[in-house]
């Protein structure tokens, strides 16, 4: 529809037809005229500051409340024409200064919805930082589309997954020394919190902007960011400190601290700017876990971290702060951790600290927190350590760590400062241990429902239920771990870490939201269900691209097997099969004998491989003919196989994808030697064992549930269920199982494993 300012080019012009029709409104389409406003680029936001100042259209009407209802419905009409965040800036800073306070609030709801819209939109395109203008230098930029930000959504930022972690990034992009940024800071760090904190029980969206708080600390640590760092700090209780640091216990471990360089420099960062109660706490919170998960996974590249922290950082820059007076119980907690532990794996380094620590402390003992009415058991032992040490010989330069341990004993009872025992530790970490590869069912944890993604979680759990492939994943190695960097995560970095997750987590649940978020579209972006099967080979095969030719090999073995076209024209005299080159295959497609009423696997893997009649012009006869056969002809099956059932065919009078209930009874062993009636075949090659299998319950393809049944590996007769979070055992044999799987309970995916562990090779 034309508007009065089509017929004019310039802005000045522009301006001009605003002012000279402002009071002739009533008959126009203000939408279309705000719609034209909003896309006349460049000059858009200056023609937009100016209808908003005249109030065009009377779009912010402050009238009484019986022309709210009309106001708003003009005004939403407005609004969702908006296509930049610059123009709901405008908008947000307009209705601060002009509208009734009553108003603001609806308006600024409606801008709210629309800039939820945008940013969505901007997410797909992957043009998210340029919109927030978090790319630029400009602070004056980026401190108005905080500003819109925080006043449109204060209370719900989850309504894309990533703005929350984009709202962390002014913390480190504004200026450190101005006033304004820091004012700024602390109003956005609020802001954060508030979401965090939400109503009631946490929901799924406030665990993972609490993760994305934590995580991001971490990182302002380790660049260096100081007043981000000690603004977001500061303002989180010690309670929820401990409780994050306790959800994500193995995520901190494994994502953060599992190099020493790198560990150092993120507890130096805590510390930098100021050391806080909470500082300490974390860092002592995370020392513990280094010291436990050492002893868990038998790694002595976690001791070693522990060792690294103790000379590099204990022993100099938290020693040198003992006489803090308002951290010291929490400092010195800290201290003895370190000293009582040390003491009892290493001596050396211990020795040579000793002239440090007499030094450290012999100071701090001037300080008024040493007086009597301050003292306690650990100062006391502290102080009881320098009084040792100062009553040693020149030339007994050396400290009994036995009688170290037992002074703390005789001060503290009940002594919480654990003698480390690294005594057990192997010396490298390239061997998994293979009890912890076969945990017990019932230590089983379930992986977090994103909103239906039960489709991402049933392949995740089937494929972590790949003996092979979940040691391939576990076993990986990165090139940028050993880099003194925090690595930015990756789908096989992401993936690798979830596996290990899984591994090594004792209670509760993962959540797969990070390796979502490194998906293909539309996995990554959506909400919708989407379909079990091309998940599965999406995923497995964009990890094969991931990996480094040396490493595709082995992959290929464990899911991809090869097979060829055959062609056999019987119109040519010697009808010799012509036969194309190999191609890789991943997973074999199983479709229904329609002319059957019993189904049965066998015939269904025998259909796929069968002999088809099609139409071809012969490329040794040259004619054309539907005397041709095209068949494919299996040349490797991989050690993993999973077959599809294809249960949804077209409906074209309802345009709708209905679903086949017909059962398929379960081979829970097949032998390829009586499938294709080649006793040739090498036997041990030959067996392959139903070992997962993922049921779609539900009618038809746009709704559902999917759930994985998968056996424990141990207990071959005990099947697992994985639904979501929930876990639990099913105490059937096979034959048991089959029969009770409700109709709409069917299987969709079935995953077998070759007995031998050994792809299987057709000698055709």
């Not at 061997?431 to 912890?436: A, E, R, W």
């Amino acid at each position: 529809m034309s508007t009065p300012l089509d017929n004019v080019t310039t802005l000045k012009d522009k301006i001009k037809v605003l002012d000279d029709i402002k009071n002739q409104t009533k008959n126009l389409d203000l939408q279309a005229i705000y719609k034209h406003i909003h896309n006349v680029g460049q000059d858009s936001h200056q023609l937009l500051e100016h209808a908003l100042k005249i109030n065009f259209g009377n779009v912010l009407r402050n009238q009484g409340s019986n022309d709210q209802t009309e106001a708003l419905q003009v005004f939403k009409k407005v609004c969702e024409t908006a296509r930049d965040l610059n123009h709901i800036c405008i908008y947000v800073k307009q209705i601060q200064n002009n509208s009734r306070q009553d108003l603001q609030k609806v308006y600024l709801k409606e801008l709210g919805f629309q800039t939820e819209k945008l940013i969505t939109e901007f997410r797909k395109q992957g043009t998210i930082i340029q919109q927030l203008r978090l790319d630029t230098n400009d602070i004056t930029k980026q401190r108005f589309m905080i500003e819109m930000i925080t006043t449109l959504c204060p209370q719900d930022l989850g309504f894309n997954p990533e703005l929350f972690s984009l709202m962390l990034i002014p913390f480190k992009c504004l200026h450190k020394a101005d006033p304004t940024d820091i004012s700024l800071l602390e109003r956005l760090a609020d802001v954060l919190l508030s979401q965090c904190n939400g109503q009631g029980i946490a929901n799924q969206n406030q665990v993972h902007d609490w993760l994305a708080l934590l995580t991001g600390i971490i990182q302002y640590a380790y660049e260096g960011n100081s007043i981000g760092l000690f603004i977001l700090l500061r303002k989180i209780p010690d309670q929820h400190i401990s409780e994050l640091l306790y959800r994500h216990k193995y995520y901190m471990l494994l994502n953060y601290f599992n190099n020493l360089k790198v560990a150092l420099k993120i507890f130096q960062g805590l510390t930098f700017y100021s050391i806080t109660q909470q500082s300490i706490f974390f860092i002592r919170t995370i020392s513990q876990f280094l010291y436990e998960y050492a002893l868990e996974i038998r790694s002595k590249q976690y001791s070693d971290i522990l060792k690294y922290i103790y000379q590099e950082f204990i022993l100099t820059t938290m020693l040198g702060n003992i006489q803090m007076v308002h951290y010291s119980a929490e400092l010195i907690d800290l201290l003895l951790f370190y000293i009582v532990g040390m003491s009892s794996i290493d001596q050396d380094p211990f020795l040579k600290s000793l002239d440090l620590l007499y030094a450290r402390l012999k100071q701090a003992s001037t300080y008024k927190i040493f007086n009597k009415e301050f003292a306690n058991q650990r100062i006391q032992f502290l102080l009881t350590v320098a009084i040792y040490y100062n009553g040693l010989n020149t030339d007994e330069q050396y400290l009994n760590v036995v009688k170290i341990y037992q002074i703390a004993n005789q001060l503290n009872p009940n002594n919480k400062y654990i003698q480390w025992n690294f005594s057990q530790l192997i010396e490298q970490q390239s061997q998994i241990d293979q009890n912890i590869l076969l945990r017990d069912s019932k230590d089983f944890v379930g992986l977090e429902n994103l909103t239906n993604t039960c489709f991402m979680n049933s392949i995740l759990q089937s494929l972590y239920m790949t003996q092979s492939f979940r040691k391939f994943v576990i076993q990986l190695k990165f090139t940028d771990q050993s880099l003194q960097l925090i690595p930015y995560p990756s789908k096989l970095s992401s993936l690798q870490k979830l596996f290990l997750l899984l591994t090594y987590q004792k209670q509760g649940y993962c959540s797969p939201y990070e390796l979502k978020r490194q998906l293909r579209e539309p996995y990554s972006n959506t909400n919708d269900q989407q379909d079990v099967s091309e998940f599965a080979h999406h995923f497995l095969e964009d990890l094969l691209e991931l990996l480094p030719k040396h490493l595709q090999i082995p992959m290929e073995k464990i899911f991809f097997g090869y097979h060829r076209s055959c062609i056999e024209c019987f119109n040519c005299p010697k009808r010799q099969p012509a036969y194309r080159p190999k191609e890789k295959f991943l997973g074999i497609d199983l479709h229904f004998n329609e002319d059957e009423d019993n189904q049965d696997l066998y015939d269904m893997i025998r259909k796929a491989y069968e002999k088809e009649q099609i139409e071809f012009t012969c490329d040794k006869c040259n004619q054309r003919t539907d005397r041709v056969y095209k068949s494919q002809q299996l040349i490797q099956i991989p050690s993993v196989l999973f077959m599809i059932v294809h249960r949804f065919t077209f409906n074209a009078a309802t345009q709708t994808m209905n679903k086949m209930l017909t059962k398929v009874p379960f081979r829970f062993q097949i032998d390829f030697r009586d499938i294709f009636n080649q006793k040739k075949l090498n036997s041990k090659d030959c067996i392959y064992d139903l070992y997962a299998f993922i049921v779609h319950m539900g009618k038809n393809s746009y709704s559902g549930h999917y759930i994985c049944y998968a056996r424990q590996l141990n207990k071959p007769d005990v099947w697992v269920t994985f639904d979501d979070t929930m876990i639990s055992n099913l105490e059937y044999d096979s034959d048991q199982l089959d029969k009770e799987l409700i109709a709409e309970e069917t299987p969709y995916l079935l995953f077998y494993q070759n007995q031998s562990g050994q792809p299987l090779i057709f000698n055709n």
